[in-house]
């Protein structure tokens, strides 16, 4: 499976911005997928996942109630909505995929090259 990520940007805290995660390969459907994000100088941490049907989700503790992940299998797309962002949202955000949910890199065995999200003050 590729992934790759698009819909960073500069944006405001408090604004919006949705990020996209597109893949390549008939067996999308079968995995979950995780959106992870990166500041400078941090280690990589979990954001969201979706699992392969869509039903189940989870979120960090951080991101719960301002963004949300969603999927379209026969798109093989991953989205991450993200709202009400503030200065600490800023990182890279990488999409990954993995057979079964994990909240740690670790459990993903592919990566997109990720996205930069900026949130001024």
């Known amino acids: 499976v590729q992934l790759q990520a698009s819909g960073g940007g500069l944006v405001q805290a408090g604004d919006s911005l949705r990020l996209s995660c597109a893949a390549s390969?008939?067996?999308?459907?079968?995995?979950?997928m995780g959106w992870f994000r990166q500041a400078p100088g941090k280690e990589r941490e979990f954001v969201a996942d979706?699992?392969?049907?869509?039903?189940?989700?989870y979120y960090a503790d951080s991101v719960k109630g301002r963004f949300f992940i969603s999927r379209d299998n026969p798109k093989n797309t991953v989205y991450l909505q993200m709202n009400s962002l503030k200065p600490e949202d800023t990182a890279v955000y990488y999409c990954a995929a993995g057979r079964l949910y994990s909240g740690s890199a670790g459990g993903y065995d592919y990566w997109g090259q990720g996205t930069q999200v900026t949130v001024s003050s």
């Open positions: 979706i699992s392969s049907s869509g039903v189940s989700t």
């Open positions: 390969g008939r067996t999308f459907s079968y995995y979950h």
